[in-house]
């Protein structure tokens, strides 16, 4: 008999009669596990058919986690919300007894929770919290993997109604302000996230990543759990190839970092996104996030340049194209350009001050 452990859950795997047997005992405890293999291999030589053990949602999401998060970017992330998601039920109820009056129960009980803050979650946290990174996966994990009866339930009739995607894009002296309120050496990895839009853990990758050959680079792991490739303009690659190059010397973990008379400490990003934060408040610049909303912006200036939503979801790495529909906005003045051009009337003239800041955007650089 053998059994071994995958994460956090014992498995079997043996012969009787020369027919192989194996799976998972549902078990964290080995003692308990044992006993369920011991159990198993009685009935099995008896020819009689136990009746297995009801999977728990506790024994479902161990698993679960140890098979499909562990390793990932967002196992923290999930590993806290399946904290959360315990608070509000029990992690000792069956798998096959969990329907939508249980669901409504938790979703409930965590919409009334306070934040640290003192306030109460959003619809999208609980959303997050309750039903997509958490219970959903799970309960579709045991009923897929584990062979356990589930019940149906209809999420989208428990879901919380979100408000709709916010619009923040910013005019030039925004931008202006807010990178002038920033360090030095914060300014490269604030005009590499506003060009190319990345998500903010993203943009702070290694030296690795960089295929200066080729003029790409390559994010590993990203939040949809693939690796995402982006293509550098020409202008950007000169400056990322040398960070690259000087990163590696110094042995450092990402390209972003400060310049001290040759001694190179890497920025982190939770201090870019303080710096930002600060930066913000420095240029008056209100009801604006410090790093999250550069992406937001990224995304409607490519929108209004290229006029394909496809090539936005590629460049933003989007599993659907409703998730990019969210980012890319289109203000008045798109409006009104579309308007003109659909009914043959003159586009606004372009003033020699327009034709400068288009100029100046098509030059710029990460530097």
Not at 70 to 88: D, E, P, Q
Not at 203 to 220: K, S, W
Request: positive net charge; hydrophobic residues 35%.
């Amino acid at each position: 008999m053998a059994i071994y452990k995958r994460g956090d859950i014992w498995h079997f795997d043996f012969t009787v009669r020369g027919e192989r047997h194996r799976g998972s005992t549902g078990f964290r405890k080995k003692a308990d596990a044992s006993q369920y293999v011991e159990n198993l291999r009685r009935d099995l030589k008896l020819g009689t058919s136990p009746e297995r053990a009801p999977v728990t949602l506790g024994q479902a999401a161990d698993q679960w986690f140890a098979s499909r998060v562990v390793g990932k970017k967002t196992a923290t992330t999930t590993a806290i919300r399946l904290g959360i998601l315990f608070r509000h039920i029990d992690r000792n109820l069956p798998v096959r007894s969990i329907g939508a009056r249980e669901v409504e129960a938790s979703i409930i009980a965590r919409s009334v929770e306070p934040t640290r803050q003192g306030g109460l979650p959003k619809p999208s946290t609980i959303n997050r919290d309750m039903i997509d990174t958490t219970l959903r996966p799970v309960l579709s994990y045991a009923a897929e993997a584990m062979e356990e009866q589930s019940r149906p339930i209809k999420w989208a009739k428990l879901r919380r109604q979100e408000s709709a995607g916010r619009t923040r894009t910013f005019t030039d002296a925004e931008i202006t302000g807010w990178r002038d309120g920033l360090p030095e050496w914060h300014r490269p990895p604030f005009n590499f996230i506003l060009r190319y839009g990345v998500r903010l853990g993203e943009a702070f990758f290694p030296p690795r990543a960089v295929d200066v050959e080729a003029g790409t680079i390559t994010l590993y792991d990203t939040k949809n759990g693939t690796d995402h490739t982006l293509h550098i303009l020409d202008e950007d690659l000169p400056d990322i190839a040398a960070r690259k190059t000087r990163a590696e010397a110094a042995g450092l973990e990402t390209i972003w970092f400060r310049d001290d008379g040759g001694e190179l400490t890497p920025i982190h990003w939770r201090g870019f996104q303080s710096a930002s934060r600060s930066a913000l408040d420095a240029a008056g610049i209100q009801d604006a996030r410090p790093v999250h909303d550069l992406r937001h912006h990224a995304a409607t200036t490519l929108l209004r340049g290229c006029n394909n939503l496809i090539i936005v979801k590629a460049q933003l790495n989007h599993k659907t194209i409703a998730s990019t529909a969210r980012y890319a906005h289109a203000n008045g003045e798109d409006v009104k350009e579309a308007l003109r051009h659909t009914y043959g009337t003159k586009s606004a003239p372009k003033t020699k001050k327009n034709s400068r800041i288009n100029a100046k955007r098509g030059r710029g650089s990460v530097t």
